[in-house]
């Protein structure tokens, strides 16, 4: 039997939802890590540039 066109509906929209949400995540975590080091320096994740 086919999926209900609701229930279609709703996995999209999770599924939206939660890729907007790792992106925006990602997005601040770069834009926060570009503002606070050099342009030359690519601190790995998890450590602090004093």
Same mark, same amino acid.
């Given at each position: ?5 609701? @229930?279609?509906?709703? #996995? #999209?929209?999770?599924?939206? #939802?939660? =890729? ?8 601040? =975590? #770069?834009?926060? @890590? =570009? ?9 790995? =994740? ?5």
């Amino acid at each position: 039997m086919e999926t209900p066109l609701s @229930e279609r509906l709703l #996995v #999209v929209l999770l599924t939206l #939802v939660t =890729l907007g949400s790792i992106v925006t995540l990602t997005y601040t =975590l #770069v834009a926060a @890590e =570009l503002t606070s080091a050099p342009a030359n320096a690519y601190p790995t =994740l998890g450590t602090q540039s004093p």
